[in-house]
């Protein structure tokens, strides 16, 4: 059957001609890609940026470990042999309050602890604390066996502190914060109710701890 097409006016599949090969990329393309879409000081600019790294690696490696929210170094500095050393080196410390600072200006001062509400006893300092760091009331680390200051530490919260935190909540969307009397008067009540509940519950623990 005649082509009514013609020779020259379709394309079969024997006149498709092979693509080139593809010619890879030398060094000469891939740095004159790397230049487009950068401006007149971008190698200046990417420089700096290079200097200011450097100098960031730098103060990070003189200032030590970073603080964190957690208080823990990273773990790359973390040396666990050492600290479990330690660990089985020290002696577990008895938690006491400092109620007293006999001759505090003096050389050798010493110290009155309240063991547990029961004992008494004049101690002294550890090599490791100076006397600066102890005050009157203070919460102390004792050792067992000598009886002496290891370590400061903080106030005992109250549990009942804990439920008296106030959180902040967002306004409803639309609505205005507005003070008035009315509004001061239901915050003052309360307040005092919160405060007349948790004196009830502290009478009635000592009131259970009394002898009878």
């Known amino acids: 059957m005649p082509d009514y097409l013609g020779d020259d006016q379709r394309k079969t599949k024997e006149e498709e001609k092979d693509d080139a090969p593809i010619r890879s990329l030398d060094e000469g393309d891939i740095a004159l890609l790397k230049t487009y879409g950068q401006s007149t000081y971008s190698r200046q600019i990417k420089q700096v940026e290079d200097d200011i790294q450097q100098l960031l690696k730098k103060i990070n490696e003189l200032t030590g470990i970073k603080e964190s929210d957690t208080g823990l170094a990273p773990p790359a500095l973390w040396d666990l042999a050492a600290d479990k050393?330690?660990?089985?080196?020290?002696?577990?410390?008895?938690?006491?309050?400092?109620?007293?600072?006999?001759?505090?200006?003096?050389?050798?001062?010493?110290?009155?602890?309240?063991?547990?509400?029961?004992?008494?006893?004049?101690?002294?300092l550890s090599d490791q604390v100076a006397?600066?760091?102890?005050?009157?009331?203070?919460?102390?680390?004792?050792?067992?066996?000598?009886?002496?200051?290891?370590?400061?530490?903080?106030?005992?919260?109250?549990?009942?502190?804990?439920?008296?935190?106030?959180?902040?909540?967002?306004?409803?969307?639309?609505?205005?914060?507005?003070?008035?009397?009315?509004?001061?008067?239901?915050?003052?009540?309360?307040?005092?109710?919160v405060q007349k509940q948790l004196l009830y519950r502290r009478l009635c623990c000592r009131w259970r701890r009394s002898p009878t």
């Not at 109620?99 to 063991?115: C, H, L, Q």
């Not at 102890?134 to 066996?145: A, F, L, S, Y």
Request: glycine residues 2%.
């Open 85 to 124: 050393q330690t660990l089985q080196s020290e002696q577990p410390l008895q938690v006491a309050r400092c109620t007293k600072i006999i001759n505090a200006d003096s050389e050798d001062p010493k110290y009155i602890i309240n063991v547990k509400q029961f004992a008494k006893f004049v101690v002294d």
């Open 131 to 193: 006397p600066t760091d102890i005050e009157e009331g203070m919460r102390v680390g004792v050792d067992r066996n000598k009886y002496q200051i290891h370590i400061p530490l903080p106030p005992k919260i109250d549990p009942t502190v804990t439920m008296m935190q106030v959180r902040v909540a967002a306004a409803p969307a639309g609505s205005s914060w507005m003070c008035s009397m009315k509004s001061i008067f239901t915050r003052h009540t309360e307040t005092c109710n």
